[in-house]
C-alpha cells in the first residue's frame, strides 16, 4: 500500500484520472431536494347567524360542510418519454410523501423527512409498449437515516396513485450533493480534520472553516467481504459512510482520501 501523508497537497490530474471512473460529481455547496409543495386543505367554521323571523329571536347555528385536503394539482404534464416536467417532479414528490413518511423519516441533517436523492421517468410496462398515450409514472429514491433504509416510491402521475413502494437495508446509491456538504461540515468538526486544514492553508494563506470554501466530490464507503477495513467503520454498508475528495476552489486538490464520514451517526474515521 502506497503510504502517504494526510497533508500532502497533490495535483489535480493525477486524483482526477485515477478516480473518475468511480467518482460521482458533487460541488458545493448546493441546494438540495425538491421544494415542499404540498397544499394544505382549509377546514369550515362553525358560522352562527339570527333569524328574525323567529318568535324566540334566538340565532340557529348553521354547520358549514367540511372540507377535506385538496387533491394535488396536475398541472403541465408531458407526452410520451418526455423528461419529466417541473409540475410532475413536485406532483410525484407530492404524492409520495404521505404525512406518516415525513413525519416518521429523518434526512442527513437531521430534519423530518427521509432525504431525497432522485426522480425519474419510470419504465413503461410491457403491456403499454406502443399505446397511443400511455401513463406517465415517476420513480422517486429516498435515503431515510433514522432507520438506515433506502426507499423507493414509483408513482402513477396519471392516476395520482402510489403504485409500488421498495424499502431496502445495505443498499447505498452514490451520496448527492447535500449529503456531500453535510459530510464536509462533520469533517471540519472533527479533530481528523486538522490535516486538512493545515494543508489548506499552506495552499490558500486561509483558514478553512466551511464547506463553500471547497470543491468535493464524495463516493459510498462500504465495508464488506472485499473489503475489510478498521473496526472503527465496521458499520459503512449499514449505515450510509462517504469518501471524500476535496479540491480548494479554483485550485490544487487535497489529498483527504483516508478519511471516511458516517452520515448514519456522523462521526469519522481513518482509513
Not at 133 to 150: G, H, Q, W
Not at 168 to 195: M, N
Amino acid at each position: 500500500m502506497m503510504r502517504r501523508h494526510l497533508g500532502k497537497v497533490v495535483a489535480g490530474a493525477a486524483i482526477a484520472v485515477t478516480s473518475t471512473a468511480v467518482m460521482v460529481a458533487v460541488t458545493l455547496p448546493g441546494d438540495a431536494g425538491a421544494a415542499d409543495g404540498r397544499t394544505e386543505g382549509r377546514g369550515g367554521s362553525a358560522a352562527q347567524s339570527s333569524d328574525e323571523g323567529q318568535e324566540q329571536g334566538q340565532g340557529r347555528a348553521q354547520q358549514q360542510p367540511g372540507v377535506v385536503e385538496s387533491s394535488v394539482p396536475v398541472g403541465a404534464r408531458g407526452t410520451g418519454r418526455d423528461a419529466l416536467t417541473d409540475d410532475e417532479l413536485r406532483r410525484a414528490e407530492q404524492l409520495a410523501l404521505n404525512p406518516g413518511l415525513r413525519s416518521a423519516g429523518e434526512d442527513v441533517e437531521g430534519e423530518a423527512g427521509p432525504q431525497w436523492l432522485s426522480t425519474d421517468l419510470a419504465e413503461l410496462q410491457p403491456s403499454e409498449t406502443g399505446a397511443a398515450d400511455p401513463p406517465r409514472r415517476a420513480e422517486l429514491s429516498y435515503y431515510d437515516y433514522k432507520a438506515d433504509t433506502f426507499l423507493t416510491k414509483t408513482v402513477n402521475l396519471t392516476t395520482g396513485k402510489v403504485e409500488k413502494t421498495d424499502t431496502l437495508r445495505g443498499e447505498q446509491p452514490p451520496p448527492t450533493r447535500p449529503e456531500a456538504a453535510e459530510a464536509v461540515k462533520i469533517l471540519l468538526d472533527s479533530p481528523l480534520s486538522s490535516g486538512l486544514k493545515k494543508d489548506y492553508r499552506d495552499a490558500t494563506g486561509k483558514a478553512l472553516t466551511g464547506a463553500d470554501q471547497l470543491e468535493t466530490t464524495g463516493m459510498v464507503y462500504r465495508i464488506d467481504e472485499e473489503n475489510s477495513g478498521p473496526a472503527e467503520l465496521r458499520e459503512c454498508g449499514k449505515h450510509r459512510c462517504v469518501r471524500l475528495f476535496t479540491k480548494v476552489r479554483n485550485g490544487p486538490w487535497i489529498d483527504s482520501r483516508q478519511l471516511i464520514v458516517d452520515l448514519s451517526d456522523r462521526t469519522v474515521g481513518r482509513i
